[in-house]
């Protein structure tokens, strides 16, 4: 499909040049697991990037990412506050219970998929602290949101405070992390750690990889818990290199970064073009706008592929390759509708 | 490290060039996870080599296949039998427990990691049943087995018969089925679904694939479950069409026949060379042999890289892309002994 | 405490004579576990009551038997609908994800904790069918409600044929089944098989047992899993023959709808003491009604337990032994209010 | 079933006259759950025969007691070494790989079911220590032993002392703890916390109570949690009191130790008549006899039941109510073979 007429999602962008290049290049002989050179550089290179000492486990989905991190954050019987979109509630068949053990997400309502001290606060002070009740034990938010906002610094750092006062571990679904940060242009530990996250899942798939996410462990003893739980989980992948050569090469000149960038960019030229249309501000790589039946068939009349977002709305997603050319005929076509 | 050096494992083997070629070639926009038309060409594909309508869900380890056929084949409340050597019960790091949702893996002894008939029965016939005790669901065999030895078509169906009769699944632990097959000559529907066979993990990633594992389910009733089952584990890759691309890789023009007989030849030449110290005998890529702790030290003085099994043994395993002068090295080295 | 003080809850009230004397009776030696010429009865005993071949098995606990037959009738990757203020979501420390291996509650809102097949449509028909959202399996009621109503057999059976429409499975909590057979005049059968109802917990515990739970299952072959997981859960009590002769006695003269009439009727005289405060018609043995806090406060100044409900409402709920004299100083006391 | 021909199990044994009493005593209203006045005096009515602070969680079922203690002190990707034979392998159905949430029991073999340092030693330090095997956390032994052998203080306290120097957690199922007490004259203390248990399933059921066991937790922190889970699971009966008065009913006033002599005295007598039969020595109340299928046959001819241990063996045990008189016919019979 061309890159022009395509915007259903940026999960099945094509992998970006330095990945390839770099995935080629890991193909000697290495030790197996996460034992080889590639894998064994990762910490120190996450811990560059975020302005402290990381551990890094490597993983190939999201979902495992996120389901690791919140069994590590979580027991059995707890309960982790989220987004009623969040991508673990909706899109992830149920991994966080499963990793978990059973534990409970709480969907809590907010606008533009985006939680507050507040929303969790009412939520979580309603639950009656007794053996009766599931307890809760972590939050876990996405940053950018399910419907492209991003967490500011200070939206962050003041959801950390709440889960430090309520006891509770912060969780950072990163999906589309490298996103945020370039809208924020800010620090990655500007959204993460200084603002108390305990664990984060920062994404590269849809960024440029070909299948690999960085769980970042900003509590450097959650570690060995979640190691033990990739492999008994079947997510230590044998030729594991492979892997970590594609985090190392988004790490290097910053590509991860030029590539959220980019993919921002263009989704800037489709807000602008459908600026009257817009359900929310467009921070990420994510629009949702307005879009009768009738326009949507018009689209796709024309070729171009994006999700229907319930009754007279839409998503439109840009991904790291989209040029400003490859936009240029949808922002044209919504303005023409 | 130099292949002349490297016996250690064949889990860390580098990438044919059929597969790198194909990965490449699948860096284009398509659907994502497991929509795309390469993934989508699966099912067709194994058919055609299992000569039977089979369905596939590609997976990324050896131990998520595993994990997954079984949590397939058995309530949480079951038993499984394998061997007491089973990579299931040594090396997965209780990834059936987990997918299960606590099934248990109940060993059993049998020389060179082979089961059969009569061991099974021993072990199922003393289990009373009611409801104290936890009930057989499920046998699982590897073949080739964790010591090198492939089960024949008769002997597979043997088992196979016997699960019949007791009324229990049948699981393949194929990591090294393409160095079975090598060995035995035979149509891989031979030890595998004519044999009884209900599912099997089909091992690409060992035999000079990236991280693509097929498993092959020939009761086509287990692929809708274990679809769910792969996404909740996070298994379901977005950009799925590389690991589909690998496996088709593989298969056209019989690559993972051909990379299997390598492994296999390079084993021969080495088993030869050690003949007399030979614990099993040599069927696939793996061998055991005799082995003092000084002849140890003197082979890694010369730089050979192996696996101590135990006390006075080693394991020595071939890759496929080891070639005649890769072994001749260690041949000589353990000649001269 | 007095009886005519306590009405916190029909919990811990005390054990009817006719299931002590059975308790005592009971105590000769016979077959452990549930092999018993008492608990081999059961089946029996509830197959008259309910008018058609049931099987059941007995457990100490509303929350086991929940949590038991929903393991039963949902994987652990599926969706259970129930009410946002239901027991097994509210009160149950997640035995239902923990006895189903992972599978969630899903909350749908419904006017005095009531379900509609137009609820369930609503949430059921939101979630897009693939392998990304967990899949709705089950539905979960509780007769009578948390809130004190009765579904009535036209209410059931509307929510049986929903069920069985969209394929799922229908379980009803019934730890006030009693209670809601008692109000409605109806047979047992009218609100469960009847309805189309799969599994039915029947609880006596709060009806004037010690520690005794049916559960009733009119698909016979959910018997032998739950047998199972009954015993892998620790429920399977080795003096089984004591929870069996407390379902036997409470069927023995219709104790248990006798019982269930008394608790009505006294929360029918409170009821009429308190008409203008009621937040739901009173149907049963529990009464919410708007009381201020500092009319509260009166009325435990006067030494009555009874809970706080949120802000200005209360829950009083009455028991099998209140007897009207109970109940009159109460009742005297809200008039007085 | 009369008490002279009863030697099949003590766990349908009748409820004693104390326990019968204390359980009517306690039908008067009282709070919920383990709220109640009983339940809550059970901690400092342990503390007192332990001569230690000890935190006691009640629960119904022995299994259950294993099952919660297991969980708690070993986490879902644990080893829990036990016996092959140990009653939580045989005959609790997978209860410990479903609290756990998936962890593996290895069985150690050991003669009359008694574990050793040695015998854990050669199997934990068998264990490779990385990710891919699970790895050791607990040990749980069983006092008297599934063959009727009482550890010693001083065998336990070498496991004890084994445990702490590998990091592994200590737990004691006690089913028959009482008879082992009875047997060894020593204090409760000397076989538990003295010797490093961290807890222990103190069994009541099966020595004159009607439904239940005291989970006696040596490390107080683990009470929380495992009230937690025992919640999750069912267990906190709504009238508990009933539960906690047979467990103070028979601390009062030593019944406990009364009645497990009594069942000790009854086993010694058919072991001075079965004393070249012994298959092991008698410790407790149960005894292990050689015995032709042709005797079994002769002794149920005259109405004797127990149970068939294997070929040519057979298992008696003697109940807490067995009088001298109840044994002597048996012991007359077995004499007469």
Redesign the interface.
Known sequence: ???DM?FF?D?????CAPV?AA??SA???????DG?ALSMSLDAAFSALFEREVAVVW?????????LALAALC???GVIFCHDEAHVM??????V?????????MGCAGEGAKLTPAILAARHDAIRPD?????PHAVTITNATEYGLAYTPAEVAAIGAFCRARKLRLHMDGARFANAVAHLGCSPADISWRGGVDALSFGF??NGA??AEALVLFDPELAG?I?????????????GR?VAAQLLAMLSGNIWLDNARSANAAARILADSAASRLLYPVEANELFIRLSAAEAARLRAQGFDFYDWGDGAARLVTSWNHTESDVAPLAAAIMAL
Request: charged letters at 25%; aromatic letters at 6%; proline letters at 3%.
């Open positions: 499909m061309r890159m395509r999602s999960n099945a962008a094509t992998v390839m995935i080629e193909n000697s002989v290495d030790t197996a697991y080889d993983t190939g989905t999201g979902t495992s990412a996120n389901a027991p059995p019987f909706m899109d992830e068949c149920g991994a219970e499963f990793y978990t053990g059973g534990a409970r997400l053996v009766h009740r599931m307890q798939t849809k070909m299948n818990n190691r033990i739980r990739r492999k008994r989980a079947g997510h230590l992948l044998s030729k492979f």
